[in-house]
């Protein structure tokens, strides 16, 4: 059974740092890359990083490049987003959602693509809230 599980998100004041974790099993990790998207209350969801499991090349949108940095631990199966100086409108669920390339990843997380298409498993999400 292929999961993917988000945890780290919690409250924060602006300016604080969060790390989110995306612990993934049930298909080969190094075959497939890794997005993280973001759902703020009432509005689309919107992608913002990637990393290819095998090689960790990353793309990042430019609303958090500087930012956010995402990363992976091969040998435990997981992805972190490290979120420094958060903004109140970084507040969302956080997803993070497995593709079978990082070229696809991509797509998705740019928006260039709908981000279903995109990716193949998601998991359930984590709330991040950024108090002012």
């Known amino acids: 059974e292929v999961q993917l599980v988000e945890s780290g998100g919690g409250l924060v004041q602006a300016g604080g740092s969060l790390r989110l974790s995306c612990a993934t099993s049930g298909f080969t990790f190094d075959d497939y890359a890794i997005g993280w998207f973001r759902q703020a209350p009432g509005k689309e969801r919107e992608g913002v990083s990637c990393?290819?499991?095998?090689?960790?090349?990353?793309y990042d949108v430019n609303s958090v490049k500087g930012r956010f940095n995402i990363s992976s631990d091969n040998a435990k199966n997981t992805v972190y987003l490290q979120m420094n100086s958060l903004k109140p409108e970084d507040t969302a669920v956080y997803y993070c959602?497995?593709?079978?390339?990082?070229?696809?990843?991509?797509?998705?997380?740019?928006?260039?693509?709908?981000?279903?298409?995109?990716?193949?498993?998601w998991g359930k999400g984590t709330l991040v809230t950024v108090s002012s």
């Open positions: 990393i290819s499991s095998s090689d960790g090349s990353t």
């Open positions: 959602a497995a593709a079978r390339s990082l070229l696809r990843c991509e797509r998705a997380v740019s928006g260039r693509w709908s981000y279903y298409y995109g990716m193949d498993y």
